[in-house]
Every structure is written in structure tokens, then in C-alpha cells.
């Protein structure tokens, strides 16, 4: 499973290569708006994907909201290995990566029991790796990917990623909405 993450990793590294070569010089990069950056720890993330918004909070106040990018086949729950869709429903944060080949990486606990449940009863792999990350590591830093690149995870700017990686622990608790 790791492996085949592995080549997938690999071949959305190399499709992001290509894209880059065709779309950094017929279209600008997109332009993170400046604003008060996120200070302090998060206690709870909500992902909504029909919005392509994550937002962050402490004590039930909104800290930041962040544009982002999901995995390729947005629509729908995350059903098995390589459907390019990202999960939806309660996870936590269960790993930090600061070597990761996008801009650092928060790790998410997909897949849960329930997940590996179904999928062991319908004959499939569940996927997994499913992460909060930043951009590929050979773009330059203020570049950002359009549209829906991902495996199945979620894509911010990468001084995002550095924001919310400092502001982030193991643990804190993910809600992932359609």
C-alpha cells in the first residue's frame, strides 16, 4: 500500500512537473492575499470541500480560514485506494512531516476502523496517507497549484502550511464536510 501511495506520489509530483512547465508561463500564480497570520495554537480544523474552505479554531472562535485544493475526484466520500477523493467525517491529526514531498504535511487517521471495515468486506484497499500539506517541494514557494491536483488529500499555499503547522498538534480533531 505504501509503495503504490508511493508511485502515486511520484506520478502527481510528475503531472504537477508538467504543469508547471505549461501553466506557470501562460497563467500568473495565484496571489495569497495578505492578512493578520493565525498566532497560537488550533483545537479544531472543519474542512468543507463544496466550498474548497479550511477553517481553524480556539474555543469555538474562528482563528483563519484557508482557500485549498482537494484531491482530483472531489465529489463524494473517499472509498478506496487511487479514487482521488478525499475523505469526509471525524478524524484527528495522528502525524507531523516535515519531510514530506509537498511543503510539510499534517496526517490525518483515515483509514478509521469503520473504513478498513468496508473495505475488507467489499474486497478493496481503503487507501491511506490522506494529509494536510502545502505544494510540491520542486515548485517555488509562493507558487500554488489550480484546481483539484491531490491524491485525495489537502492542499494549501505553503506559507499556509507553515502557519498551520506551528499552530497544529497531534491530535487536534478534523471535521471533513462534503
Known sequence: MRALAGLFSIAALALASVGLAVGIWTHPAIVIPHRVPLIGSVERIVIEKSARRMTVYRDDV?????????????LGDKER????RTPEGLFVVDRRN???AYHLSLGLNYPRP?????????????????MIHGQPNPLPDETVLRGEWTAGCVAV??????????A???GTPVEIRP
Open 98 to 100: 516535515e519531510g514530506s
Open 81 to 84: 485506494q487511487g479514487d482521488g
Open 157 to 166: 499555499s505553503n506559507a499556509e502550511m507553515r502557519e498551520l503547522f506551528a
Open 168 to 170: 497544529v498538534t497531534i
Open 114 to 130: 469503520e473504513d478498513r471495515q468496508r473495505a475488507s468486506r467489499e474486497g478493496y484497499d481503503p487507501g491511506g496517507d490522506i
Open 62 to 74: 474562528l482563528l483563519q480560514t484557508y482557500p485549498m485544493a482537494l484531491g482530483f475526484a472531489p
